[in-house]
């Protein structure tokens, strides 16, 4: 089975101040990693995502994450966020040759303030 | 471009009661996944459907089953409701099981109170 840590529960910010999300993931096979933003009252929308290549993933809004294997990593990070970018953020893996189930993690709530 | 709909958007029902939530993937997608995301909490998955087959069964409460229809929409049926069944249901469609690119397209979600 898959299981995903986010470490923080919350991350402050100051607008234009670059921040970084953590995530790191436990599994005994190959993984695919997804990033998803959550915006107050409203469903899930895919930031970005990991299958295979390079490792530096980009992102809508400016985000980008790096997947980091010896690390068991996918932080996300962006050089400067808007007030806008308060959300809340979920980080999921699943099993390429499973039924692309998603397991997340706990979620990181992103504040912004000015 | 269409999107996953879900209906309804708000639910208030009583302990006992029976619910109905229904989802309409994104046309052409033929896989639905259900999601069950209680209040501060992560995502839990509770059940797929691929071509009207379940495909895969998570954390599901026996109280509840689904189904997927001819037309690919799927109604989550829930019985026997508690109060701890209060809590956002998110539907996802996604073409084919895992599509060649993995991604599941989440509706906006149904707000389920249990009073």
């Known amino acids: 089975a898959q299981s995903v840590t986010q470490l923080d529960s919350q991350v402050p910010v100051f607008e234009e101040a670059p921040v970084e999300l953590r995530c790191n993931y436990s599994s005994s096979v190959s993984v695919y990693l997804f990033w998803y933003v959550q915006y107050p009252n409203q469903g899930l929308q895919l930031l970005l995502k990991y299958l295979s290549g390079s490792t530096l993933v980009k992102g809508i809004n400016g985000f980008e994450a790096e997947f980091n294997k010896s690390q068991t990593s996918f932080h996300l990070r962006k050089p400067s966020v808007h007030i806008s970018d308060t959300a809340e953020y979920f980080c999921a893996v699943t099993v390429p040759s499973g039924y692309s189930t998603l397991t997340f993690g706990k979620g990181t709530m992103l504040l912004v303030s000015p | 471009a269409a999107g996953v709909i879900q209906s309804p958007r708000h639910l208030i029902k009583e302990k006992r009661e029976t619910a109905t939530l229904k989802c309409y993937p994104i046309?052409?997608?033929?896989?639905v996944y259900w999601y069950q995301q209680g209040p501060g909490q992560d995502p839990q998955f509770l059940i797929s459907?691929?071509?009207?087959?379940?495909?895969d069964k998570g954390s599901i409460p026996d109280r509840f089953s689904a189904q997927q229809f001819s037309d690919y929409h799927s109604e989550l049926n829930m019985s026997s409701l508690e109060l701890g069944d209060s809590a956002l249901y998110f539907c996802?469609?996604?073409?084919?099981?895992?599509?060649?690119?993995?991604?599941?397209?989440f509706g906006p979600g149904t707000r389920l109170t249990v009073t």
């Open positions: 459907f691929y071509e009207k087959m379940q495909s």
């Open positions: 046309p052409r997608h033929d896989t």
């Open positions: 996802a469609s996604s073409l084919g099981l895992a599509g060649s690119t993995y991604e599941q397209y």
